[in-house]
């Protein structure tokens, strides 16, 4: 899979992966994402609402604080969640200025899209970015699903 498949591109259809799929799109995208913001303490998802858990997530995830991240998954979504750590590990990737954009509200689960800018590739000198500044975009990279569980918000792949 290639950072070329997965960015939409005029005149080139989009792969068909499912939603699972285009979440593994969506890591081999990011994977490896370095931000500066700190880690995620575990009672962060009992405080947060939707889209700031997951912000806290994708930050989470792509600068390798990895248990902080599976702390924000849905319990029984690891097969998901170990899928894009997999990828994580073989990619170089970048991110600038991610940050929610919007949310769709569906009963408990939600929808939550991100803007910012984006890069993967398989050395810093060979990064492929690409950039989201709408914030109600169709595109699998910069989408979020969770879904509230009693009083915690928590990060699911839907299938």
């Given amino acids: 899979m ?12 989009e792969p068909h992966f499912g939603r699972l799929g285009r979440k ?3 890591v081999a995208v990011l994977a490896g994402l370095v931000t500066s913001c700190g880690s995620t303490p575990q009672s962060f998802a009992a405080r947060a609402p ?6 806290a997530f994708a930050r989470d995830l792509f600068s390798g604080r990895l248990d902080q991240a599976a702390s924000l998954v849905l319990p029984g979504e690891a097969s998901g969640f170990n899928v894009m750590v997999a990828l994580i590990k073989r990619n170089v990737t970048q991110q600038r ?8 509200m569906k009963g408990t689960t939600a929808e939550v ?12 000198q060979a990064l ?9 975009s169709d595109q699998p990279a910069f989408r979020e ?6 009083e915690r918000w928590y990060i699911y792949f839907p299938g």
Avoid: F, M, Y
């Fill in 2 to 13: 290639t950072v070329s498949l997965l960015l939409r591109r005029p005149g080139v259809s």
């Fill in 24 to 26: 593994v799109a969506l």
């Fill in 50 to 55: 939707a889209g700031q858990v997951a912000l």
């Fill in 97 to 104: 200025g991610l940050a929610v954009g919007s949310i769709t």
């Fill in 113 to 124: 899209e991100l803007t910012g800018t984006i890069c993967s590739g398989p050395t810093k």
């Fill in 128 to 136: 492929n970015c690409v950039t989201n500044s709408d914030p109600h």
């Fill in 145 to 150: 699903w969770v879904q509230q569980n009693g």
